[in-house]
């Protein structure tokens, strides 16, 4: 899955450790989204939706294949 998480988190002036405390996750869980290595529950996304005060959709794009 896609994701806008890092330059919300830098346009905000936030380390990844400081949004992983905001939001109850490890500052290695903030890395891992942003590198698009873990997709994060859905729970974890509503959190960083309201952190960031937008809709789940702003932050993460699913990866459709046009199978």
Do not use: W
Not at 55 to 65: G, L, R
């Amino acid at each position: 899955m896609e994701n806008d998480l890092p330059r919300r988190r830098e346009a905000a002036g936030l380390s990844q450790g400081e949004l992983a405390e905001a939001v109850g996750v490890t500052r290695q869980t903030i890395n891992a989204i942003e590198r698009e290595r873990y997709d994060p529950s859905l729970e974890l996304a509503f959190k960083l939706a309201v952190h960031f005060e937008c809709n789940i959709e702003d932050i993460f794009q699913p990866n459709v294949d046009d199978e």
